[in-house]
C-alpha cells in the first residue's frame, strides 16, 4: 500500500529550519504510516511553491534514512523542489 | 562591489554604525524569522506574477530564504544590538539585500573549525563544504545549493562579511578587504 502525504498541507512555502522540524515532529505524531501499515510513503508536492534545502534536511533527510528506497515523491516538477530534491540525494546520510 | 544603490548603501550603513537600534524603516526591518519569511512569499509571489521570472521565482525564493533564514539560524539571541534582518528587494530593478548585525561567517564557523584563517576562508568553506556553526547538529548545505542555483541562472551574488567579498558571478572568487564589515550584506541580482 502507498502512502501518499500531501505536502502542502504543510504550507505552500517549505523555507526554513525550524518550520521543517516542526513538520515533522507533528507528521510524525500524526501522518507518517508505522512501517507495517504502508509499503511505500510518497510526498507529494503539488502546489508548493518554494522548496528550501534546509525545511527538506528536516524532513526528507529522516524520512529517507529510515525508509530508504521505499520513500517516494511526486510532482516535483516546481524548480525549487526539483533543486533541492537532487541535491539532498547527493549528500551521504549519517 | 556592485555599484551602490539606496538599498545597498543603507544595508552598508546599518551595518558599519556604531549603534544600528532604530536606523532601519519598519518596512526594511524583519526583527523575527516570521516577518522576514512573510516578505520573502511576498517577493516570490510577485516574482511569479513577472512573466519574464516566472517559475525561477520558486528559485529566488529558495536563495533568499536559505540566505536569510541564516541570519536567524546562526545570530539568535547573540546580536550586537538590533536584532533580525534588513530585507529590501526590488523586482523590477531585480535585486534583494539582505544585512544583519550579527556575529559574521567567520566567527559562526570558528564555532565548528576553529583553524579557519581568515574571513575568505571561513566564506569559502560556507560556499563549498558541509560545515556549520552549529555542529553537530547535520546542518550547513543550504548556501552549497544556493551557490549551484546562482551559477545555473546566472544570477550575481555578493556576500560580503568581516573583511570578506565572496563573489559568485559565473565563477566565484573571494578577496580581502582593508575595512571589516561586522555581520553581513548579501546582494543578490536575478
Known amino acids: 500500500m502507498v502512502m501518499k502525504i500531501i ?5 505552500d512555502f517549505l523555507s526554513s529550519r525550524p518550520a521543517g522540524k516542526e513538520a515533522y515532529l507533528s507528521a510524525q505524531a500524526y501522518v507518517f504510516p508505522a512501517k507495517n501499515e504502508a509499503d511505500v510513503i510518497e510526498l507529494d508536492f503539488d502546489g508548493v511553491k518554494v522548496l528550501t534545502p534546509s525545511w527538506a534536511d528536516e524532513f526528507v533527510t529522516p524520512l ?6 521505499k520513500l517516494h515523491f511526486s510532482h516535483t516538477e516546481n524548480l525549487s523542489v526539483k533543486a533541492t530534491l537532487e541535491f539532498l540525494k547527493q549528500i551521504p546520510t549519517s | 562591489m556592485k555599484e551602490s544603490t539606496p538599498q545597498i548603501q543603507k544595508a552598508l550603513d546599518w551595518v558599519s554604525m556604531g549603534n544600528g537600534i532604530g536606523f532601519l524603516l519598519s518596512d526594511e526591518h524583519c526583527p523575527t524569522r516570521d516577518v ?3 516578505r520573502a512569499d511576498k517577493l516570490v509571489i510577485e516574482c511569479a506574477n513577472n512573466l519574464s521570472i516566472g517559475e525561477n ?4 525564493g529558495l536563495v533568499v530564504g536559505e540566505i536569510g533564514n541564516n541570519t536567524f539560524d546562526h545570530n539568535l539571541g547573540n546580536w550586537r544590538d538590533e536584532r533580525g534582518a534588513y530585507f529590501v528587494y526590488d523586482a523590477e530593478q531585480r535585486i534583494v539585500v539582505i544585512a544583519d ?3 559574521g561567517v567567520l566567527t559562526t564557523l570558528r564555532q565548528a573549525r576553529s583553524s579557519i ?3 575568505c576562508e571561513a566564506l569559502t568553506v560556507a560556499f563549498t563544504e558541509t560545515l556549520s556553526g552549529r555542529a553537530p547538529e547535520r546542518r550547513g548545505n543550504g548556501l552549497k545549493l544556493v551557490a549551484k542555483v546562482v551559477q545555473e541562472q546566472q544570477w550575481k551574488l555578493e556576500y560580503h562579511s568581516g573583511r570578506g567579498s565572496y563573489i559568485i558571478d559565473g565563477a566565484s572568487t ?3 578587504k582593508d575595512d571589516e564589515l561586522k555581520g553581513m550584506v548579501a546582494i543578490l541580482t536575478f
Open chain 1, 7 to 11: 505536502m502542502k498541507n504543510f504550507g
Open chain 1, 64 to 69: 529517507a534514512e529510515q525508509w530508504g528506497d
Open chain 2, 36 to 38: 522576514f519569511q512573510a
Open chain 2, 57 to 60: 521565482a520558486s528559485l529566488l
Open chain 2, 101 to 103: 548585525r550579527g556575529q
Open chain 2, 117 to 119: 584563517a581568515d574571513d
Open chain 2, 174 to 176: 573571494c578577496t580581502t
